[in-house]
Every structure is written in C-alpha cells, then in structure tokens.
C-alpha cells in the first residue's frame, strides 16, 4: 500500500513568516494529493489539492507544489497568522485509498 | 454548504457493548468512507462505499461492520467493543471514489469505551 512521510512533526513561526511542510509519497501510481487542516474536536478540513499533472497550484497565502519524479510534495503557507494554528496533513489516493502522513502541528507566535 | 453530518457528536459505551455510528454525505455524493484517528496520530482509513456496495477496505476489525443505505447515508456498527476502539471516528464522502471530486470529511464521532 501506500506510505506517506511528512515532516516536520512540530513546526513553530513567527506571525508573518512563512511555513512549509514536506511529505514524500512511496507509490508512483498515486495520482492526487490533497492537504488537510484539523483543529482540536474538528473533522480534517481540505485547504488545498493537487493532481499528478500539476506541479504547482496557488490559493491565496497556501500554496502547494508536485514534484512526481522525486515522489514529494510540499505546503507553503506565506504570512502566517495565529488562526493558522492547527495540524496539517497531507494525503495521497492510491487505488481509491486516501492515506495520511503523520501530521504537522503548526504553531504560530503573535 | 452542506457539509457531511455525523451523528452522535460523542458516545460512550462500556466494553462489550455495541456501538452504531451515523454519517450523511453531502447531498449528490455517492461515495463515503470511514476513518478511525486515534490520539494525536493520522487518520486511518477502515473501509468506504460506493453506489451503496462495499468498495475498499482497509484495516477495520472484524466486529465492525458498515453498510451505505439507499439514500446514500452509511452506519457503521461496531461490537464487542474493547478499550482500543476508543477513538475518533470520521466519515467523509466523495462523488466516484475520489475521482470526481476531493473527500469532505464530517466533524467525527468521539467513542469512549469504558
């Protein structure tokens, strides 16, 4: 099956900086990538998505890259505020199967 | 929008009893999965339907079962529940497994198993 890694674990920023997470993907068959925002007592909320024939897409301050030959993608959130704090997970489908890296817990100082 | 409407919001149950967990899609979407998150970790994906029938499954016990209805809502029941089971529970649904459209996911059910 599948196998997402995700990294950092724990990410810390300063209001206004920028963050970015990281997640490598195992099986080249997967075919869409999509980001999640949980926070605490809420449902995983889709912030942005991405298909393998894309390699880049762009919604307001989050952006998200592909890179299909090196297997990874990447979240980029400019401008940080606080209400961005929260757990992020990225997902790649595979055979109609979403699997979850381990998350981020994002935090960000005023 | 209508988002996907989980019922009940928290259950408490004590070992051996049974549990039913309720999930609405949003309205025009034909597919709902079911994930199993547990403490500070990913959610973890236990099985999902598509036109009402069995589509994949994934790492759900063999004393939970699920069924999706002819108005496209799902139950998953669970029995002979064990401590373990203590989770957050979320359903998310999706029009042609994933390929048509992104998985929503609802705000989960909270079991505690006593």
């Known amino acids: 099956g599948e196998n997402v890694e995700q990294h950092p674990s724990t990410l810390s920023v300063q209001e206004g900086d920028s963050a970015v997470i990281k997640c490598t993907y195992s099986?080249?068959?997967?075919?869409?990538f999509p980001w999640y925002k949980q926070e605490l007592g809420k449902g995983p909320q889709l912030i942005i998505d991405?298909?393998?024939?894309?390699g880049e897409k762009k919604d307001q301050r989050i952006a998200v890259t592909l890179n299909k030959t090196a297997k990874h993608f990447s979240l980029h959130i400019t401008e940080t505020q606080p209400e961005d704090s929260a757990v992020y997970f990225c997902?790649?489908?595979?055979?109609?199967?979403?699997?979850f890296g381990a998350g981020t817990t994002v935090t960000v100082r005023a | 929008a209508a988002g996907v409407i989980q019922s009940p919001r928290h259950l408490i149950k004590e070992k051996r009893e049974t549990a039913t967990l309720k999930c609405y899609p949003i309205p025009r979407h034909d597919t709902v999965y079911w994930y199993q998150q547990g403490p500070g970790q990913d959610p973890q994906f236990l099985i999902s339907f598509y036109e009402k029938m069995q589509s994949d499954k994934g790492s759900i016990p063999d004393r939970f079962s699920a069924q999706q209805f002819s108005d496209y809502h799902s139950e998953l029941n669970m029995s002979s529940l064990e401590l373990g089971d203590s989770a957050l529970y979320f359903c998310?649904?999706?029009?042609?497994?994933?390929?048509?459209?992104?998985?929503?996911f609802g705000n989960g059910t909270r079991l505690t198993v006593t």
């Open positions: 997902a790649a489908l595979n055979d109609y199967k979403l699997s």
């Open positions: 991405i298909r393998s024939n894309v």
């Open positions: 099986d080249s068959a997967s075919n869409y």
């Open positions: 998310a649904s999706s029009v042609d497994r994933g390929g048509g459209s992104p998985l929503h």
